[in-house]
Structure formats: C-alpha cells, structure tokens
C-alpha cells in the first residue's frame, strides 16, 4: 500500500489521456446527433480519470467562449453514447463513466496575464536600470 503523500500512478494519466484522444476523435467524426452539440466547437483540454479508472471527468470548454450551461447538459445528455464510443475505441476492462466539466484554466491564465500587463505591476516585474555614470572629461595637459 502507498503512502499518501506519493505522486499517483502513471496508469490513470496514460489512461486519460487515451479516453481524451478517443472523446476527440468521436466529436472530430461529427456523429453526434444533438442540436445543442452540432453546432458548437469544443476544445476537450484534459480528462482525469479515477485511481480505479472507472470514472473520468473531462473538462471541456467551447471555442471562442460562450455560455457552458447548455453545453453541459447536452453532453450529460450525449454521455451514454460517449461511453459506448470510448469503450470501443479505448482497450479497457471497464468503460468509465464520464462527468464533464467546464474547464476555466484559460479564464484564469487570461486574468493572470491581464494582471502581469497592468502598468503598476508590469514595472515591478522589468529588470532594474543601471544609473547611467557620467562620463568623466579626460584632463587637459597645460
């Protein structure tokens, strides 16, 4: 039995980073059928998957913003579909099942940076100036 404070497996990222690749692949297909999902473009950033690799939770988010609401519920809606797709695509002894989330990481890093650009902050972050010396005038012999 591992500690706690040991890094996880590399099973489970192997794992969800194969059912992120297959979930890209069904929706890159165009095979599903919902209206709330045909007409939406979305970026699948990452899937963490459970230590027994039996539940996934993918996080997703829509190409040029927009309201995830309605995105969500449809793939709530479209999940048993996804799961029969990714149990076929992905060798596993169980399909997991999946639970999306909307994925802020880039509603973050785009704060982030808006603040690293604000002009007070900005100025603490450049390199200190070197103070310019004066030049010393050579001496004149008399």
């Known amino acids: 039995m591992r500690a706690r404070d040991e890094r ?8 969800g980073e194969a059912v992120r690749h297959a979930l890209v692949e069904v929706f890159a297909r165009g095979h599903i059928r919902d209206p709330d999902l045909a007409a939406v473009m979305l970026t699948i ?12 939770t993918v996080f997703v988010t829509q190409l040029g913003g927009g309201e995830m609401a309605p995105v969500l519920k ?6 048993p579909y ?8 992905v060798d596993l002894r169980y399909a997991p099942d999946l639970h999306f989330q909307a994925d802020t990481s880039f509603e ?8 690293l650009m604000r002009p007070e902050v900005r100025r603490d972050l ?3 100036q070197k103070p310019k010396r ?3 005038k050579p001496a004149r012999d008399s």
């Open 8 to 15: 996880p497996s590399q099973r489970p990222l192997r794992v």
């Open 45 to 56: 950033s990452e899937v963490r998957m459970s230590p027994d690799l039996r539940h996934a």
């Open 74 to 79: 449809a793939l709530k809606r479209a999940g």
């Open 82 to 89: 996804l799961r029969g797709e990714v149990a076929r695509l």
């Open 108 to 115: 973050v890093a785009g704060r982030i940076s808006d603040v």
């Open 126 to 128: 450049e390199p200190p």
């Open 134 to 136: 004066a030049r010393r």
